[in-house]
Nanobody
Framework: QVQLVESGGGLVQAGGSLRLSCAASGIIFSINAMGWYRQAPGKEREGVSCISSSGNVTNYADSVKGRFTISRDNAKNTVYLQMNSLKPEDTAVYYC????????????????????WGQGTQVTVSS
C-alpha cells in the first residue's frame, strides 16, 4: 500500500522559512517522480514544484521561483520543499504526490499525472 505522509507545516511570519517533508512507503521511491501542490481556501489546487526520480530535473511555479527549493533523499524515501521568504499568499494546504513509473522528467501542470497523494500539511503565513 502506497502511503505519503507530509510534515513540517505550521504558522510563520512573512519573510520566514519552513521545510516540508514527505515520507513515502509502499513504492520503489528512487524511480518515482514527486510533486508538491498546494490549495488555498476557495482556490483550485496548483502545482508548486516537482522533481524527477534522479533529482536532475526540477520545475517550479513562477510564483515560488527563487524562494522554494525541492530536493529528495532516496535513501530516506523522502522529498523536501524548502520554503524561504514566505509570503501571506503562500498560505495553503500543501500536498505531496508521486508518479509511479520510471520517467526522466516530472510534470507540474497536470495533477492527474500523479497516482498517489498525501493528506496535506497546513502552511499559514501571517503578515
Amino acid at each position: 500500500q502506497v502511503q505519503l505522509v507530509e510534515s513540517g507545516g505550521g504558522l510563520v511570519q512573512a519573510g520566514g522559512s519552513l521545510r516540508l517533508s514527505c515520507a513515502a512507503s509502499g513504492i520503489i521511491f528512487s524511480i518515482n517522480a514527486m510533486g508538491w501542490y498546494r490549495q488555498a481556501p476557495g482556490k483550485e489546487r496548483e502545482g508548486v514544484s516537482c522533481i524527477s526520480s534522479s533529482g536532475n530535473v526540477t520545475n517550479y511555479a513562477d510564483s515560488v521561483k527563487g524562494r522554494f527549493t525541492i530536493s529528495r533523499d532516496n535513501a530516506k524515501n523522502t522529498v523536501y520543499l524548502q520554503m524561504n521568504s514566505l509570503k501571506p499568499e503562500d498560505t495553503a494546504v500543501y500536498y505531496c504526490a508521486v508518479h509511479v513509473s520510471v520517467q526522466p522528467f516530472c510534470v507540474m501542470r497536470f495533477s492527474s499525472w500523479y497516482n498517489y497523494w498525501g493528506q496535506g500539511t497546513q502552511v499559514t503565513v501571517s503578515s
